[in-house]
């Protein structure tokens, strides 16, 4: 009972995080399963994408209802990001998993660095939700792709790069980026989520109390996602990042 109630507060967390920056929770939630509670990184990925497709879930009705999300634009990417998650799946169980840590660790210090490099810079997408123009869309489409795969491999959803790219390449605003990726890793983690469970990748006694938990917080970030100032969001998408990657290196020194 108390495991359970402890995964229910960390997949609380993992959601509100993940429904304000756009990432699932997932690059919360695996670190938590596979340092806090010492689950294989690879059952923990699985766990970490049911969680990612309930945050979506629950966050993506909200976005949409205020208008803030790019429907169209998030139609249209999720094509090339499903695609590279049914990749990202079958790849993922021949993977070892001192590598898949490496790899976790590598792209949240690249994104993170990303990103506060674009706040630090004049220009670039502008603030607002409105009055933007969409470039580089070919780039997005193969970004996505890679998305996808990066997905299915870590159990992220995707947005972990799918709102650097939205934001840095295509001239999106960070907030419609992060709203964008809410409406799309819950099918970019369903795809991946299909191969996991046709394998048993999937723990249902782990898997179950994180999703209550992720749904609680991913309803309460996704309302008060309009509430956090910009700078404070970006801030806050770094430091969670860095945070991570931290946690993800140490990983990958410890599995021998």
């Known amino acids: ?17 993940g429904s304000l920056l756009g990432l699932g929770g997932g690059i919360l939630i695996v670190p938590l399963l596979t340092l806090g509670f010492g689950l294989p990184l690879r059952e923990a990925v699985g766990v970490s994408l049911i969680s990612v497709i309930v945050t979506s879930g ?20 999720e094509l090339f990001t499903a695609a590279g998650a049914l990749v990202g799946a079958l790849i ?3 993977v070892e998993e001192r590598l898949l840590a490496a790899l976790f660790a590598g792209l949240l210090v690249y994104s993170a660095m990303s990103m506060w490099r674009a706040g630090r810079r004049k220009g670039g997408a502008p603030d607002g939700v409105t009055g933007y123009v969409v470039r580089n869309r070919g780039r ?3 970004a996505s792709v890679g998305a996808g795969v990066v997905s299915a491999l870590l159990g992220v959803g995707g947005g972990l790069v799918k709102v650097p790219v939205m934001h840095l390449v295509m001239g999106v605003p960070l907030r419609v980026a992060t709203a964008t990726s809410n409406l799309m890793i819950g099918v970019t983690a369903s795809a991946g989520a299909i191969v996991y469970l046709a394998r048993d990748g999937i723990d249902p006694y782990v898997a179950g109390p994180v999703a209550v938990g992720v749904f609680v917080g991913a309803s309460i970030g996704s ?34």
């Open 140 to 142: 997005g489409a193969v």
């Open 223 to 256: 309302r008060a996602a309009h509430r956090v100032p910009l700078p404070q969001l970006r801030i806050l998408f770094v430091a969670v990042l860095l945070y991570s990657a931290v946690l993800m290196i140490r990983r990958a020194l410890a599995v021998g």
């Open 58 to 77: 629950a966050a993506a009705a909200v976005y949409l209802e205020r208008r803030v999300a790019d429907l169209r634009l998030g139609m249209t990417l």
């Open 92 to 94: 993922a169980f021949l």
């Open 1 to 17: 009972m108390v495991i359970a109630l402890l995964l229910i507060a960390g997949g609380a967390a993992a959601g509100a995080f």
